[in-house]
T-cell receptor
Framework: QQQVKQSPQSLIVQKGGISIINCAYENTAFDYFPWYQQFPGKGPALLIAIRPDVSEKKEGRFTISFNKSAKQFSLHIMDSQPGDSATYFCAAATGGFKTIFGAGTRLFVKA | DSGVTQTPKHLITATGQRVTLRCSPRSGDLSVYWYQQSLDQGLQFLIQYYNGEERAKGNILERFSAQQFPDLHSELNLSSLELGDSALYFC?????????????FGPGTRLTVL
C-alpha cells in the first residue's frame, strides 16, 4: 500500500518533443508529491513538487499533473532538450511516513 | 553542489568485510537519510535520523547499522558484506525531519564488493 509505481522505465524523446512520466500510488494518506532529477554521477535533486489541493503545477518547461481520484500524477517536460537527459524519480510522502520513491525513469533526449 | 558531503567516493572491498560510510549534512540541517541505489531497484530508503535520534526505518538489513553523532554527521556501517550489497549509497539531509522538507542529496559512495 505504500508503493509508488513509476512508468516507463526508460524513455527516448526527440529534441523539442514532450516527455511524459507517470506515477501511481495507493495510499490516500499521501499528500506531498515531489519529483527528483538525477544526472549521471550525481545525487538526486528536487525538481518540482505538488500538493493534492491543486491539479497542476508548472515551473518553466516542467509541469506536474495530478489526478486525485485516480491516484495518479505525471511529469511533463515540454520542449525537451538534450540537457534534460537524466533519471527522474517521482515520490510520495505524508507527515507520518517516510518518503517513498518510484523506481525511476531514464530519459534520453535525442539531438 | 548540495552542501552534503559523503566520503569515501568509491570503496572496493571483499565479501565478508565491514565498511563505514560517512555523511556530513548541510549546515543547519538536523535530519539525515540514507538510501541505497542499485541498477534495478531505484532509490531504496534505509534509515533516517533526526538530531541524533532514529526517526524512521526502511528496508535496512540487520547487517547494516547507522548513527548520527552530536555534531550531526552520520555514519552507515555495513558488515558481513555480500556481492549483492554493491550499490551506490546516498546520504541526504533536510532542515527538519518532516517528509515535506526538501531532501538535499550528497554525491554518493559507490561500494563494490568483490
Amino acid at each position: 500500500q505504500q508503493q509508488v509505481k513509476q512508468s516507463p522505465q526508460s524513455l527516448i524523446v526527440q529534441k523539442g518533443g514532450i516527455s511524459i512520466i507517470n506515477c501511481a500510488y495507493e495510499n490516500t494518506a499521501f499528500d506531498y508529491f515531489p519529483w527528483y532529477q538525477q544526472f549521471p554521477g550525481k545525487g538526486p535533486a528536487l525538481l518540482i513538487a505538488i500538493r493534492p489541493d491543486v491539479s497542476e503545477k508548472k515551473e518553466g518547461r516542467f509541469t506536474i499533473s495530478f489526478n486525485k481520484s485516480a491516484k495518479q500524477f505525471s511529469l511533463h517536460i515540454m520542449d525537451s532538450q538534450p540537457g534534460d537527459s537524466a533519471t527522474y524519480f517521482c515520490a510520495a510522502a505524508t507527515g507520518g511516513f517516510k518518503t517513498i520513491f518510484g523506481a525511476g525513469t531514464r530519459l534520453f533526449v535525442k539531438a | 553542489d548540495s552542501g552534503v558531503t559523503q566520503t569515501p567516493k568509491h570503496l572496493i572491498t571483499a565479501t565478508g568485510q565491514r565498511v563505514t560510510l560517512r555523511c556530513s549534512p548541510r549546515s543547519g540541517d538536523l535530519s539525515v537519510y540514507w538510501y541505497q541505489q542499485s541498477l534495478d531497484q531505484g532509490l531504496q530508503f534505509l534509515i533516517q535520523y533526526y538530531n541524533g535520534e532514529e526517526r524512521a526505518k526502511g528496508n535496512i538489513l540487520e547487517r547494516f547499522s547507522a548513527q548520527q553523532f552530536p555534531d550531526l554527521h552520520s555514519e552507515l556501517n555495513l558488515s558481513s558484506l555480500e556481492l549483492g550489497d554493491s550499490a551506490l549509497y546516498f546520504c541526504a539531509s533536510s532542515v527538519e525531519g518532516s517528509p515535506y522538507n526538501e531532501q538535499f542529496f550528497g554525491p554518493g559512495t559507490r561500494l563494490t564488493v568483490l
